[in-house]
């Protein structure tokens, strides 16, 4: 079922992404097209770098002056 959780956050920052250009374009540009596709990237990336952790993968030494 996480897979419809994850549909869900990224249709929820589409909306957002989608709300902004309204208020800065207005309907006549947020109806086209290219501005379409550009928000639905936008939002796809927005979601996919939100999954990613924060924490560092693995444990990294700082460098010794040796």
Known sequence: MQHHGD???????LE???RSA???YGEERCAETSLQIALGLA???????SQE???PLGY???PTDA
Do not use: F, M, N
């Open 7 to 13: 549909d869900a956050a990224r249709l929820a920052v």
């Open 16 to 18: 957002e992404l989608r």
């Open 22 to 24: 309204l208020s800065v």
């Open 43 to 49: 939002a796809t990336a927005i979601w996919r770098v």
């Open 53 to 55: 952790p924060l924490d």
């Open 60 to 62: 990294d030494p700082l």
